[in-house]
Protein backbone atom coordinates (compact mmCIF):
# COMPACT_ATOMS: atom_id res chain seq x y z
CA UNK A 1 0.00 0.00 0.00
CA UNK A 2 2.33 2.84 -1.23
CA UNK A 3 2.22 6.15 -0.10
CA UNK A 4 3.12 9.11 -1.74
CA UNK A 5 6.49 8.75 -3.76
CA UNK A 6 9.23 11.42 -4.53
CA UNK A 7 12.37 11.10 -6.40
CA UNK A 8 15.16 11.80 -6.14
CA UNK A 9 14.90 12.24 -2.40
CA UNK A 10 18.48 14.12 -2.46
CA UNK A 11 19.31 16.43 -5.46
CA UNK A 12 22.32 18.97 -5.87
CA UNK A 13 22.38 21.79 -8.65
CA UNK A 14 24.78 23.96 -9.75
CA UNK A 15 23.85 27.83 -9.91
CA UNK A 16 21.69 28.34 -13.46
CA UNK A 17 20.95 24.67 -13.41
CA UNK A 18 17.69 23.44 -13.91
CA UNK A 19 15.92 20.80 -11.19
CA UNK A 20 13.18 18.47 -11.80
CA UNK A 21 11.32 17.08 -9.28
CA UNK A 22 8.69 14.33 -9.43
CA UNK A 23 5.60 12.97 -7.32
CA UNK A 24 3.49 10.20 -7.78
CA UNK A 25 0.49 10.34 -5.66
CA UNK A 26 -1.01 7.94 -3.00
CA UNK A 27 -2.68 5.43 -5.86
CA UNK A 28 -6.61 6.70 -6.40
CA UNK A 29 -5.87 10.14 -5.65
CA UNK A 30 -6.54 12.86 -7.81
CA UNK A 31 -4.93 15.87 -6.55
CA UNK A 32 -1.08 16.78 -5.75
CA UNK A 33 -0.08 19.39 -3.57
CA UNK A 34 3.59 21.12 -3.65
CA UNK A 35 4.68 22.38 -0.60
CA UNK A 36 8.40 24.45 0.00
CA UNK A 37 9.94 24.51 3.43
CA UNK A 38 13.00 26.51 3.48
CA UNK A 39 15.13 26.11 6.32
CA UNK A 40 14.14 27.13 9.98
CA UNK A 41 10.70 27.58 8.24
CA UNK A 42 7.13 27.12 7.47
CA UNK A 43 6.37 24.85 5.06
CA UNK A 44 4.51 26.64 2.46
CA UNK A 45 2.04 25.98 -0.39
CA UNK A 46 3.26 26.66 -3.59
CA UNK A 47 0.74 24.52 -6.16
CA UNK A 48 -2.62 22.79 -6.31
CA UNK A 49 -2.92 20.52 -9.54
CA UNK A 50 -5.45 17.81 -10.41
CA UNK A 51 -4.87 15.79 -13.88
CA UNK A 52 -3.70 18.09 -16.55
CA UNK A 53 -4.88 21.07 -14.50
CA UNK A 54 -3.74 24.05 -12.06
CA UNK A 55 -6.01 24.42 -9.98
CA UNK A 56 -4.11 27.04 -7.77
CA UNK A 57 -0.64 28.38 -8.20
CA UNK A 58 -0.69 31.51 -5.49
CA UNK A 59 2.33 30.06 -3.71
CA UNK A 60 4.10 29.86 -6.78
CA UNK A 61 6.60 32.03 -7.91
CA UNK A 62 6.61 34.13 -10.24
CA UNK A 63 9.36 33.42 -12.25
CA UNK A 64 11.82 30.05 -13.29
CA UNK A 65 9.05 27.38 -11.26
CA UNK A 66 6.56 25.57 -13.22
CA UNK A 67 4.63 22.61 -12.37
CA UNK A 68 2.28 20.09 -13.86
CA UNK A 69 0.26 16.43 -13.68
CA UNK A 70 0.00 15.21 -16.84
CA UNK A 71 -2.73 12.91 -17.67
CA UNK A 72 0.30 9.53 -17.33
CA UNK A 73 3.20 9.84 -15.44
CA UNK A 74 4.05 11.45 -12.35
CA UNK A 75 3.70 15.28 -11.46
CA UNK A 76 6.80 17.78 -12.35
CA UNK A 77 7.73 20.49 -10.50
CA UNK A 78 10.32 22.21 -11.99
CA UNK A 79 12.73 24.87 -11.30
CA UNK A 80 14.64 26.74 -13.69
CA UNK A 81 18.27 28.47 -13.42
CA UNK A 82 18.66 27.61 -10.20
CA UNK A 83 19.72 29.78 -7.22
CA UNK A 84 20.91 29.15 -3.84
CA UNK A 85 18.01 30.66 -2.02
CA UNK A 86 15.61 27.55 -3.75
CA UNK A 87 17.90 25.21 -1.13
CA UNK A 88 15.07 23.85 0.58
CA UNK A 89 13.10 20.85 1.19
CA UNK A 90 10.48 20.33 -1.40
CA UNK A 91 7.62 17.86 -0.37
CA UNK A 92 4.38 16.71 -2.56
CA UNK A 93 0.85 15.75 -0.91
CA UNK A 94 -1.77 14.04 -2.65
CA UNK A 95 -5.53 13.60 -1.34
CA UNK A 96 -8.93 11.58 -2.96
CA UNK A 97 -11.11 13.87 -4.90
CA UNK A 98 -13.92 13.80 -2.31
CA UNK A 99 -11.99 14.30 0.87
CA UNK A 100 -8.98 17.63 1.95
CA UNK A 101 -6.95 15.40 3.78
CA UNK A 102 -3.56 15.19 2.24
CA UNK A 103 -0.82 12.70 2.99
CA UNK A 104 2.62 14.21 2.29
CA UNK A 105 5.75 12.66 0.76
CA UNK A 106 9.33 11.77 2.01
CA UNK A 107 10.21 15.01 0.33
CA UNK A 108 13.46 16.36 -1.83
CA UNK A 109 16.10 17.94 -0.71
CA UNK A 110 17.10 20.50 -2.98
CA UNK A 111 20.83 22.03 -2.55
CA UNK A 112 21.93 24.63 -4.88
CA UNK A 113 25.99 25.28 -4.93
CA UNK B 1 -1.08 39.13 11.63
CA UNK B 2 0.37 35.61 10.81
CA UNK B 3 -2.67 33.34 9.20
CA UNK B 4 -2.23 30.74 11.64
CA UNK B 5 -0.06 31.04 14.71
CA UNK B 6 2.23 28.83 17.05
CA UNK B 7 4.67 29.30 19.81
CA UNK B 8 7.72 27.51 18.70
CA UNK B 9 8.31 26.25 21.97
CA UNK B 10 9.87 24.45 22.96
CA UNK B 11 7.42 22.95 25.37
CA UNK B 12 9.08 20.29 27.56
CA UNK B 13 6.94 17.77 29.48
CA UNK B 14 7.68 14.64 31.47
CA UNK B 15 7.48 11.22 30.30
CA UNK B 16 4.09 10.60 30.87
CA UNK B 17 2.54 13.95 31.37
CA UNK B 18 0.19 16.03 28.93
CA UNK B 19 1.34 17.88 26.09
CA UNK B 20 -0.65 20.84 25.41
CA UNK B 21 -0.11 22.37 22.01
CA UNK B 22 -2.55 25.43 21.01
CA UNK B 23 -2.57 27.41 17.47
CA UNK B 24 -4.75 30.33 17.03
CA UNK B 25 -5.97 31.75 13.24
CA UNK B 26 -6.98 34.79 11.73
CA UNK B 27 -8.83 33.72 9.11
CA UNK B 28 -12.78 33.18 9.77
CA UNK B 29 -13.20 31.26 6.50
CA UNK B 30 -11.90 28.93 7.37
CA UNK B 31 -13.65 25.30 7.80
CA UNK B 32 -10.70 22.42 8.07
CA UNK B 33 -8.24 21.98 10.67
CA UNK B 34 -5.35 19.34 10.83
CA UNK B 35 -2.68 18.78 13.14
CA UNK B 36 0.43 17.35 11.67
CA UNK B 37 3.67 15.80 13.28
CA UNK B 38 7.21 15.70 12.03
CA UNK B 39 10.26 14.47 12.96
CA UNK B 40 14.02 16.44 12.41
CA UNK B 41 14.45 16.01 9.26
CA UNK B 42 11.11 13.95 7.64
CA UNK B 43 7.72 14.76 6.06
CA UNK B 44 4.81 16.13 8.02
CA UNK B 45 2.32 13.31 8.83
CA UNK B 46 -1.37 13.82 9.48
CA UNK B 47 -2.14 13.46 13.16
CA UNK B 48 -5.50 14.23 13.05
CA UNK B 49 -8.11 16.46 11.29
CA UNK B 50 -11.12 18.21 13.24
CA UNK B 51 -14.15 20.26 11.58
CA UNK B 52 -16.58 20.71 14.16
CA UNK B 53 -16.30 23.34 17.29
CA UNK B 54 -15.56 20.93 20.54
CA UNK B 55 -13.05 17.79 20.75
CA UNK B 56 -12.24 15.41 18.37
CA UNK B 57 -10.29 11.94 20.42
CA UNK B 58 -8.04 9.67 18.43
CA UNK B 59 -6.16 7.09 21.30
CA UNK B 60 -3.61 9.62 23.13
CA UNK B 61 -4.74 12.33 21.19
CA UNK B 62 -7.37 14.96 21.14
CA UNK B 63 -7.94 18.30 19.17
CA UNK B 64 -10.16 20.81 20.23
CA UNK B 65 -11.37 23.37 18.21
CA UNK B 66 -13.22 26.97 19.41
CA UNK B 67 -14.10 28.86 16.13
CA UNK B 68 -15.48 31.67 17.97
CA UNK B 69 -12.24 32.40 19.57
CA UNK B 70 -10.52 31.13 16.35
CA UNK B 71 -8.44 28.97 18.48
CA UNK B 72 -7.28 24.73 17.67
CA UNK B 73 -5.48 22.84 20.36
CA UNK B 74 -3.92 19.37 20.83
CA UNK B 75 -3.59 17.68 23.83
CA UNK B 76 -1.18 14.16 23.86
CA UNK B 77 -1.77 12.22 27.03
CA UNK B 78 0.61 9.88 28.29
CA UNK B 79 3.49 11.70 26.29
CA UNK B 80 6.42 9.24 25.43
CA UNK B 81 9.96 10.52 24.38
CA UNK B 82 8.69 9.09 21.19
CA UNK B 83 6.47 12.32 20.92
CA UNK B 84 9.43 14.23 20.60
CA UNK B 85 9.24 16.09 17.39
CA UNK B 86 7.97 19.88 16.02
CA UNK B 87 3.93 19.91 16.01
CA UNK B 88 2.48 21.85 12.75
CA UNK B 89 -1.00 23.03 12.87
CA UNK B 90 -2.71 23.94 9.55
CA UNK B 91 -5.98 24.99 7.87
CA UNK B 92 -7.23 24.77 4.64
CA UNK B 93 -7.38 28.38 3.76
CA UNK B 94 -11.14 29.77 2.85
CA UNK B 95 -14.05 27.68 3.27
CA UNK B 96 -14.44 24.70 0.65
CA UNK B 97 -12.20 22.40 -0.86
CA UNK B 98 -9.43 24.74 -1.74
CA UNK B 99 -6.83 22.49 -1.44
CA UNK B 100 -4.37 25.27 0.02
CA UNK B 101 -3.05 24.45 3.50
CA UNK B 102 -1.67 27.37 5.35
CA UNK B 103 0.72 26.09 8.21
CA UNK B 104 1.91 27.52 11.29
CA UNK B 105 5.50 27.87 12.12
CA UNK B 106 5.70 24.75 14.20
CA UNK B 107 6.12 24.09 18.02
CA UNK B 108 8.84 21.96 18.90
CA UNK B 109 7.98 19.54 21.90
CA UNK B 110 10.60 17.62 24.21
CA UNK B 111 9.23 14.64 26.28
CA UNK B 112 11.85 13.88 28.77
CA UNK B 113 12.37 10.12 30.15
Known amino acids: NAGVMQNPRHLVRRRGQEARLRCSPV?????VYWYRQLPEEGLKFMVY????????ESGMPKERFSAEFPKEGPSILRIQQVVRGDSAAYFC???????????FGPGTRLTVL | QKEVEQNSGPLSVPEGAIASLNCTYSDRGSQSFFWYRQYSGKSPELIMS????GDKEDGRFTAQLNKASQYVSLLIRDSQPSDSATYLC?????????????FGQGTTLQVKP
Open chain 2, 50 to 53: IYSN
Open chain 1, 49 to 56: LQKENIID
Open chain 2, 90 to 102: ALEHGSGNTGKLI
Open chain 1, 27 to 31: KGHSH
Open chain 1, 93 to 103: ASSPWDVDTQY
